[in-house]
């Protein structure tokens, strides 16, 4: 075997050990996870698994913080090899001069080593092995790549291990914000961990501190001027608490991802604000049992999530609920969703902006929705509907819409935790019958606005029509709840918002959620465990809160008119529907640019009357020359009923003349109210025993018309003006008929129990 051969067989087993001396990962210690804005602001962190505060590595060194440690600890770092052999001379010969262990010679690169070797003994071959180690370092990485590594990882003091957690232990700031001073303070101590400590070692960790900053005004990195200012800059105190600006995103992102470092888009100044107004209104909230809330801020521009309030916690010592991140939580929706139905139907030609929609009682397989005062309009133009969040109306809309279309809808919105099929919701979803979360209810119109918006980026396609959206928000920018409360008036804000509140069943939930050209804000309040508290509604709880939230935000335009997306059209000023020859009064209104429409009006017509205009009469009973023609606004008899309580304009037809030919007009006076077909009645019994009935309720045409009742071909009495009837009624099934005087009758069949 040749001498080459033999050395070759001698040297390739030590030139791969040398190659493969160092593990492909170098630290394995648990890190902290922590949470960081766009701009570098620490929003929050988490101590590691091991007790540490440490944070995940930087990317690279801050400048200050790099020239302090270099010269402190391994002025030549930038030249060798990761063996320093002039600093291992100047020790042999101290060492040896003084007779023991006065100075090291590791360089940055060898301590690297050692930090990566925590359980290594401390003896000369474990030093000489370092050296090696550290070479083979230096072929590897960058000598920036190494220094960061030895930031991220050198001991600070306690339980901080790495720069970026000691400086936001230390001195409340990110490392790359440090003056002079606090650097230097920082590269002293991983050779000295334990001069932190307060009241142990101030003046010597002083005199090392000014010790660096002379060395480094000798090199001429800082002046004397510097150096004297940074002098005199204190040491730091205790440490600080870490910041836990949004403590349930991050714990979120924990869940989701473990402990490592987020970033995120959250706007710091404004998360800020956001935590301040929630801990103002939970001190008075917190007055009526109300515990928790949740705030979602959104771009509608660039879709970020831009403050995120999970819930109260930490603002009363064992606050109930206030683990849960709301923001995700399922709650029911109350009247949330009825904008996206009304854009819904206008999108599909159902109705127009505002068209009447009856509001009248409702009763469809013993569901039996209210309005909030338990009163109703009879008639109500469709975006007077959601600015008053009128509950019959807008179930009256969903039937016409169809419940299965409207949940395909929904969740084309995003609406996911909306599960189940359309049978098991029925019509009561538009009323809180369904689950939603802050988060899917904020994205939801961010959508629609960022539809109206030309420069928003990170869309999806939805199924509104640009057209439906903005006159959507024109409705609800009109908004006012005088039915509720009108507090929301006193709240300024940054301009025109399109807002929209909820209050679910026994008063759970209370939400509100507005949009403008700019931001979407979304409030949630309430108690995550469910429990309701009297006088807590979307009004009264969560808008002042959304309002205030937009007084933060800077100031924004309003969303232009899509007129890509709308056409004029000319409809009935009374009725909001497409005008028919005879309307007297019209206006033109934009609409979505689609090829349905609603029929024309159908509640103007043309009435004859005699001509002192006292009753309406026809060729059978008054002379045709003689008639008067005029055009009449006429409402069915159960819509007029109640639309005349609230709209004192409005003239019924006169009655019809004595010698009228009734079998000459079809349509039926008659409306019952009360019963509805099919409902089952239940009667009460008094403190005596005694059956208390049940009041019948009907409407005619005629203001003055005599009504007759009959139960069962039984019959009951007679009514006029109000008709309204106590009956008692045995358990069973019976029939209810209504007759007046010519003839005219309606019937209903209902169970008595």
């Known amino acids: 075997m040749s001498k080459y051969k033999k050395l070759f067989l001698i040297l390739s087993p030590l030139v791969l050990l040398y190659i493969f001396c160092l593990p492909w990962k170098m630290f394995r210690a648990p890190v902290s996870a922590t949470l960081t804005a766009a701009d570098g602001t620490l929003l929050g962190a988490r101590i590691a698994a091991d007790g540490q505060w440490h944070f995940p590595p930087a990317e690279s060194v801050p400048d200050k913080f790099a020239k302090c440690i270099v010269c402190y600890e391994d002025k ?134 000014n010790f660096l900053l002379d060395k480094l005004c000798a090199e001429g990195t800082i002046d004397e001027l510097e150096c004297e200012l940074a002098k005199d800059e204190p040491l730091p105190d205790k440490p600080m608490p870490m910041p836990d600006k949004a403590y349930h995103l991050l714990e979120r992102l924990r869940a989701q991802g473990g402990d490592k470092a987020y970033k995120c888009s959250i706007d710091p100044a404004l998360q800020e604000r956001v935590n301040l107004l929630a801990r103002n209104y939970f001190e008075i909230y917190h007055g009526n049992l109300v515990d928790n809330m949740g705030i979602l801020v959104r771009s509608v521009r660039t879709g970020e999530i831009l403050a995120y309030y999970g819930n109260t916690r930490g603002l009363a010592p064992g606050l109930r609920g206030a683990d849960v991140d709301m923001i995700p939580a399922r709650r029911s929706s109350g009247s949330t969703l009825k904008p996206l139905l009304y854009a819904a139907m206008l999108q599909s030609g159902r109705i127009l902006p505002s068209s009447l929609i009856k509001d009248t009682p409702y009763h469809h397989d013993n569901f039996s929705p209210h309005n909030y005062l338990r009163t109703f309009d009879g008639a109500v133009p469709a975006d007077e509907v959601i600015q008053r969040s009128l509950n019959v109306p807008s179930v009256r809309m969903l039937e016409q819409y169809g419940a299965p279309q409207f949940l395909e809808l929904l969740r084309d919105m995003g609406f996911t935790s909306i599960d189940k099929d359309a049978d098991h919701y029925g019509l009561s979803l538009i009323l809180g019958g369904a689950e939603i979360t802050l988060e899917t209810l904020v994205g939801a119109y961010r959508e629609m606005a960022a539809s109206l918006t030309d420069d928003a980026v990170g869309t999806k396609k939805i199924p509104l029509g640009r057209g439906a959206c903005w006159l959507t928000f024109e409705a609800l920018s009109k908004a006012g709840r005088p039915e509720e409360e009108a507090s929301w008036m006193g709240y300024s804000s940054s301009g025109r918002i399109a807002w929209k509140t909820g209050t679910s069943w026994g008063n759970r939930d209370a939400w509100s959620v507005g949009v403008n050209r700019d931001y979407v804000v979304g409030v949630w309040v309430g108690n995550s465990d469910g429990e309701g508290r009297a006088q807590m509604t979307g009004v009264s709880y969560a808008s002042p809160v959304m309002f205030n939230v937009f007084s933060a935000l800077p100031p924004s335009r309003w969303f232009s008119k899509p007129l890509d997306d709308l056409v004029p059209l000319e409809v009935c000023a009374r009725s909001g529907l497409p005008a028919s020859a005879v309307c007297p009064e019209r206006d033109t209104v934009w609409v979505p640019d689609i090829e349905q429409r609603p029929d024309e009006c159908r509640f103007h017509r043309v009435v004859h009357l005699d001509a002192e205009q006292r009753y309406m009469v026809n060729s059978s009973c008054y002379p045709v020359e003689k008639m008067v023609e005029k055009v009449w606004f006429v409402l069915p008899p159960a819509m007029e009923w109640y639309y005349m309580k609230n709209h004192l304009d409005y003239r019924p037809l006169p009655p019809k003349h004595p010698d009228f030919d009734a079998a000459s007009d079809t349509r039926n006076p008659i409306e019952i109210l009360y019963p509805h077909p099919g409902v089952t009645v239940v009667t009460t019994v008094d403190l005596t025993g005694r059956e208390q009935g049940v009041v019948v309720r009907a409407a005619h045409r005629d203001p003055h018309a005599v009504l007759y009742w009959h139960l069962d071909d039984q019959y009951l009495g007679k009514t006029t003006g109000d008709h309204d009837l106590l009956i008692r009624p045995e358990p069973g099934e019976h029939v209810l008929v209504v007759m007046d005087e010519g003839g005219a009758s309606r019937s209903v069949a209902f169970t008595a129990k």
């Open 76 to 209: 030549r770092f930038w030249w060798h090899p990761g063996i320093d052999f002039l600093s291992i001379g100047r020790a042999i010969r101290q060492n040896a001069r003084k007779g023991e262990v006065v100075s090291g010679a590791s360089t940055i690169t060898m301590q690297v080593i050692r930090l990566s070797r925590p359980d290594a003994p401390r003896n000369i071959p474990e030093k000489l092995l370092e050296a090696v180690m550290a070479t083979r370092l230096e072929l590897r990485h960058s000598k920036r790549r190494i220094l960061l590594m030895y930031a991220s990882n050198a001991p600070f003091g306690g339980n901080v291990v790495g720069l970026d957690a000691a400086a936001w232990r230390y001195f409340g700031r990110s490392a790359d914000n440090l003056s002079w001073a606090e650097s230097a303070t920082l590269a002293v101590l991983p050779n000295s961990p334990a001069l932190i400590h307060p009241g142990r070692n101030r003046a010597r960790l002083l005199e090392k501190r």
